[in-house]
């Protein structure tokens, strides 16, 4: 029904800068929250940040000031800007989307992940 491709994940510097996106296709009616989560080995998952239908946006202790989420109502896109990366931002980042269908039904979906490995 409704798909989420990320990318602009990979290998980068401490220090360096990445961003990640997520492109939501299919059967939508209107998105309301995305977020970007993440996965570092042996972690469980959390939440890195949010943005709302209304542009609110949250975040993470771990990642103020460095990450920025940012969204395109237009192309069902939502972005991850990273800078200042350290070896801890080392992680399988996940894109999720709340989706208010097509048949007017309320679903949440995961994106399939991307990985992000912060080393020198």
């Known amino acids: 029904q409704v798909q989420l491709v990320e990318s602009g994940g990979g290998l980068v510097q401490p220090g360096g800068s990445l961003t990640l996106s997520c492109a939501a296709s299919?059967?939508?009616?209107?998105?309301?929250?995305m977020g970007w989560y993440r996965q570092a080995p042996g972690k469980e998952r959390e939440l890195v940040a949010r943005?709302?239908?209304?542009?609110?946006?949250s975040y993470a202790d771990s990642v103020k000031g460095r990450f920025t989420i940012s969204r395109d109502n237009v192309q069902n896109t939502v972005y991850l800007q990273m800078s200042s990366l350290t070896p801890e931002d080392t992680a399988v980042y996940y894109c999720?989307?709340?989706?208010?269908?097509?048949?007017?039904?309320?679903?949440?979906?995961w994106g399939q992940g991307t990985l992000v490995t912060v080393s020198s």
């Open positions: 999720q989307t709340d989706v208010l269908t097509i048949a007017r039904a309320y679903i949440g979906v």
């Open positions: 299919g059967s939508i009616f209107r998105i309301n929250g």
């Open positions: 943005v709302t239908g209304s542009n609110s946006r």
